[in-house]
């Protein structure tokens, strides 16, 4: 079974950039579809973005796309989020997660990290 390891939350002003990394223990990471999802504070946990297993398929929530960039290195087990012109809506903690199923559906993700807390300014 795949675990998981978020990193790179932190404070920063709107505007700024931040880069989440996911980092996966177990020889299956690459066979799984990776997506970050995000929960702030009395919201649902939403979909934020999607990987497929070779990277050359990638998915976005409207409300980030062209400022998030999901990437992925099978060699390092490894799942990025580039966060840019972040907004303070953008406030929440970010996990990521790993699917064998359809990356659009929560309930499909079967592996999960613990989460990493992103806190934007204004």
């Known amino acids: 079974q795949v675990q998981l390891v978020e990193s790179g939350g932190g404070l920063v002003q709107a505007g700024g950039s931040l880069r989440l990394s996911c980092t996966a223990s177990?020889?299956?990471?690459?066979?799984?579809?990776m997506g970050w999802f995000r929960q702030a504070p009395g919201k649902e946990r939403e979909f934020v973005a999607a990987i497929n297993w070779s990277g050359l398929s990638t998915y976005y929530a409207n409300s980030v796309k062209i400022r998030f960039t999901i990437s992925r290195d099978n060699a390092q087990n490894t799942a990025y989020l580039q966060m840019n012109s972040l907004k303070p809506e953008d406030t929440a903690v970010y996990y990521c997660?790993?699917?064998?199923?359809?990356?659009?559906?929560?309930?499909?993700?079967?592996?999960w990290g613990q989460g990493t807390r992103v806190t934007v300014s204004s």
């Open positions: 177990g020889r299956t990471f690459s066979s799984y579809t």
């Open positions: 997660a790993g699917t064998k199923g359809n990356y659009w559906k929560r309930e499909e993700y079967d592996v």
